[in-house]
DNA sequence: CTCGCCCCCTTGATCGATCCAACGAGCGTC
DNA sequence: GACGCTCGTTGGATCGATCAAGGGGGCGAG
């Protein structure tokens, strides 16, 4: 039966066919109808053919309530949507949201949003939870003391975190993770290879774990390279104002030829930086952001950039929802992947 | 009932309470219970609150599956989710999402996420309507000959679609949508009031309604104020590259000061031209996007652009869909908002 | 020829909330 | 005091699919 059995001329009826319409029609019994569309296996051939042609005769489709009521699942991924912040570079949400779906479609998930709100982190969650609405959860904004992750794990709510827990003690949930700091080794690496070697860093304030994060990536590889790095990292707020700020500070004080940034609204400061000094992207300075936004690849010269994986993440936690949901063990506590360099021409 | 209700320390029971649960413990029937939820009027105040309090007690929540089979509704909103195309500035769908969500939730509704899938572009709109697992569709890919929009009024699915049926003669479903002409024309104004009158418009081929949409309010607005149009129009492809070329010529042979264009890509390639030539923008040439995408806002040159309203217009869609749903008449077959302008240094 | 077994299929009960018709108490009216 | 009326409440039926048993026919073995 291909997907694409829809009769195009033809209209739904006032009230869709049961499956008793279909084993009256058929001369079967509901059960015969019910194991011809979830175990197949069970049926004899011709009984088989026969049921089936009588459902797509009837476009039948089995009806979704009667089934969640029944089975007790929704086969429904709930995902808190929170718009991605105006004035900044990232909106990898929508990439990812978007793999999500695909992920989740092919292991028979549609994915459920619901707003968030920051006074009641948990109301959203609680709702559905309480309703059976929804199968699983997939938290995104796991941050520091995540509230979310806490009160899941407490009501044995099955999700999944994209995101390490930082706060390591109480990691008790599974998560899916891309590893910041092999993104901005690869930058760096990327930047030697090309004959650099006075390489700077500009990052997030220190109470960002992952902003650390990135930043070790850097500081490692340089290290491994036996460069030097002193005065040339320096942490600032995610806005374009900061990272062109940090940029002719650097440009000032230890002339590096290249910056790796922890994010492409950073990234995007250094470029306005190099612009106003009239020095050329790529040739006279590279430099390298983080996360492959749009403003990378729409800005007229093209920003290098690290790209997370995120279809990989997605399928990765669809893996993971479909293992805690059939109650097989899962076998790693996290999934850590890692992310590539998209390169253009600033690099 | 505050949403707050939710009890922090405690475990939600294998199996959540029913509402014959609550109704045995509060002492009533089972359709007391259900009353107090839906049609608190019904009760007697006193019993009113000794059930509100059992239900609160007992962390009771109506199971959605149950209610959805018996009152033939699911309280979603289906909407399928493609995936912005990677190398435009266009991000919008981010943000409409969001404010769909947002939006749909004041009402009742959550949204439902499913893939979609260019060869069989009805397939899963027809998996979710037979399986009665939404109420309604909101349909964002309305281009010429639509074959969603075609398919679903055939089928008499409630749905609304967010933009114009542009081929108008079989226009029989609602619709909500933008006024790109006003958008442009607000765009146009404004340059005009700055005192420029030699504007030239970059935009989409000629194929595209709404490309053609957007361009006649630059030049009504032309016209409307006694100002020249000849050779400072030009229509190319929607990518960056396509509008730096555009500027290039435009301002080698018609000298203009000022570029209104069909969307931030265009106005980034327009950047991109006077960059090279070392022109300011804002100062030497006013630019203005269209879409307000991120890259206007992080561009270190913030770009002035118009906006769209979606928060507005998924207000208005959640509104249509009720009256739809509640078979109520529908006022008018059409909404057709007016967009803002972002000003920014670029104009 | 009969028994037993397996395969294929059928029947009744169930998930939990809502719809429906009816019922009892309280009150006013004649 | 009986009747009709309203209001709040009640028990049974229902939505449509799945679960858990139960039944009948064909076939080989005793």
Known sequence: ???????????????????????????????????AVNNPDLLRPDTLVRVRQTIAELG??????????????????????????EGTA????????????EASEEAGYAVLLFPGDDEDPIGGYDNLLRSTAVDAFVVTDTYLGNPQ????????????????????????????????????????????????????????RKDSPIGEDRRSGWLSTMHANNLPTTGLASRVEDVVHSGAEAAAVLLDESAPTAFVCASDTLAMGVLHTLWIRQLAP????????????????VYPVGLTSVRQPLEDVAVEIVRTLRALLSHQPVESRGVLLTPTLAIRESS
């Open 1 to 35: 039966m291909g997907r694409s059995d829809h009769r195009p001329g033809s209209q739904l009826p006032v009230t869709p066919p049961t499956l008793a319409d279909v084993a009256e029609r058929a001369g079967v019994s509901r059960q015969t109808v019910s194991n």
């Open 60 to 85: 039948y489709s089995p009806n979704r309530a009667a089934r969640n009521l029944r089975t007790r699942t929704s086969s429904l991924i709930g995902l808190r949507f929170t718009p991605a912040q």
């Open 90 to 101: 990232n909106a990898m949400m929508d990439r990812f949201v978007h793999s999500l779906v």
């Open 149 to 204: 992750a806490t009160w899941l794990t407490q009501q044995r709510a099955p999700f999944v975190a994209f995101g390490r827990p930082w706060d390591d003690d109480v990691a008790r949930h599974v998560w899916v993770d891309v590893d910041g700091a092999a993104g901005t080794a690869l930058a760096t690496q990327h930047l030697i290879d090309r004959g650099h070697s006075r390489i700077a860093w500009i990052g997030w």
């Open 282 to 297: 790529g040739t006279d300075i590279a430099v390298v952001g983080f996360d492959d936004s749009q403003v990378a690849q």
